[in-house]
Every structure is written in structure tokens, then in C-alpha cells.
């Protein structure tokens, strides 16, 4: 009993990702009745993000240092998700008020929670496993240099938008072209892989951080 309660108070290999999963599976069934939208944007992503956690499962299993990530005691998760969400969530404040970055102005509010669920537990969670999870750490092992590990997921990381981008169109206004959008989501990879190097804040950071650019660029965050 005790050895099944501390694996429960671990934010660790087997219950996160088991838990990512089951929520993956659960958009991939139900997301048509969930979004009027489904078909022409989360659904034709949803098993893309499946497969990173699956891939990042197998992998993790067989290599304790890509494991060892999210081996993390759920508290001190708990405070780096909290840390990378509240900074970018003042920082996008600040730069929304500087006339830097336009949001959306509404929502449909009816889709409030489960785009909160989608985006955090989903889209947010799974990528960041993957580029900086997986491939921040394979690039540095094969390279032995971090910036060459760094640049190259970023550069990984960008032009996965280029294509996430095409299918989940948030704002045209807001994004632009998409060379543009591939550009920014190359700067913020270089913020994410910084982040997830740094062993006191780590991927729960990253995924704060993730989750936080997110919800507010989709318009459910109000800035």
C-alpha cells in the first residue's frame, strides 16, 4: 500500500503520461461533439499528439534520462507549472499592452473548459515532452553541445508550426504569413529549451509556459 501511495505522489513516468493519454483518447472519441470545428482542426492533429506521448513512453521506459524529467514530486511540479504559467501570462500582458501583439477580443465561452483541457493537458503537454522532452535531450546527447541541442529543437519545434499553424488558424490577423508564425514559434522554442535545461524549473515549466502563450493566444486568458 505505501510503495502504491508513493507512486501516486509522484508526478512521475507511468500516472502523467497514463493520465495524458486517457485524455487524448478521450478528445480523440468525443472531440467532433465537443468542437463544432473538430474535423478541420484538432482532429486532424489529435493522433499526431498521441503518438508523441507514446513515443516519448517508449522511450523514457529505456533511457532513465529522458524518464527522469518527469520524475518530478507532484508539488514541485506543481510550483514550476505555476512559476512558467504566472511569468508569461504578466510578460504577454505587458507586451499586449505595448502594442506588440494583438489577441482575440472574444471566445465562444461555451467552449471554455474544454479548450482550457485540450490546450494544457493536450497540445501543451505532449509537445513539450516531445521537442524539449525528447529531442532537446537527444540533440545534446548526440552533439555534446548545448546550443547546437537548443537551436536544432527549436528549428524542430518552428516548422512543426508551420504545420500545426495551417490546420489550427487562430487568427490570421494576429499570425499574419506563415513564415512569421514559424519565426515565433522558433523564438519561443529557444525560451522553452533554456527553461527545460534548467533543472529547477524543467519541463513542468515548460509546459506552464506552453499552456499559458496558448490559452491567451486563442482568447481564452483575457489580457
Not at 108 to 125: G, Y
Not at 142 to 165: C, E, M, Q, R
Not at 211 to 222: H, K, P, Q, R, S
Request: charged fraction near 15%; include cysteine; proline fraction near 2%.
Amino acid at each position: 500500500m505505501r510503495q502504491i501511495t508513493q507512486v501516486f505522489q509522484r508526478f512521475g513516468n507511468l500516472p502523467f503520461i497514463g493520465i495524458l493519454l486517457f485524455i487524448e483518447l478521450f478528445f480523440w472519441t468525443n472531440g467532433k461533439a465537443i468542437f463544432p470545428n473538430w474535423e478541420s482542426t484538432y482532429g486532424q492533429l489529435i493522433e499526431i499528439y498521441m503518438v508523441m506521448t507514446l513515443v516519448f513512453l517508449f522511450i523514457s521506459l529505456r533511457r532513465k534520462k529522458i524518464g527522469k524529467q518527469i520524475d518530478t514530486p507532484l508539488w514541485k511540479a506543481g510550483i514550476g507549472f505555476a512559476i512558467g504559467f504566472i511569468f508569461t501570462w504578466i510578460l504577454l500582458e505587458a507586451i499586449v499592452i505595448s502594442g506588440l501583439l494583438t489577441v482575440p477580443e472574444s471566445f465562444n465561452m461555451d467552449l471554455f473548459w474544454q479548450t482550457i483541457l485540450i490546450q494544457v493537458c493536450v497540445v501543451a503537454c505532449a509537445e513539450e515532452i516531445m521537442f524539449r522532452g525528447v529531442i532537446l535531450i537527444t540533440l545534446e546527447d548526440v552533439f555534446k553541445n548545448p546550443l547546437i541541442a537548443i537551436v536544432g529543437s527549436s528549428l524542430v519545434f518552428a516548422f512543426w508550426h508551420l504545420y500545426a499553424y495551417n490546420i489550427v488558424l487562430y487568427d490570421e490577423s494576429v499570425w499574419g504569413a506563415n513564415w512569421s508564425s514559424v519565426f515565433i514559434a522558433f523564438a519561443i522554442g529557444l525560451v522553452l529549451a533554456v527553461v527545460a535545461r534548467d533543472k529547477r524549473l524543467g519541463l513542468s515549466a515548460c509546459i506552464g509556459i506552453h499552456a499559458c502563450y496558448n490559452l491567451i493566444i486563442v482568447g481564452v486568458l483575457a489580457v
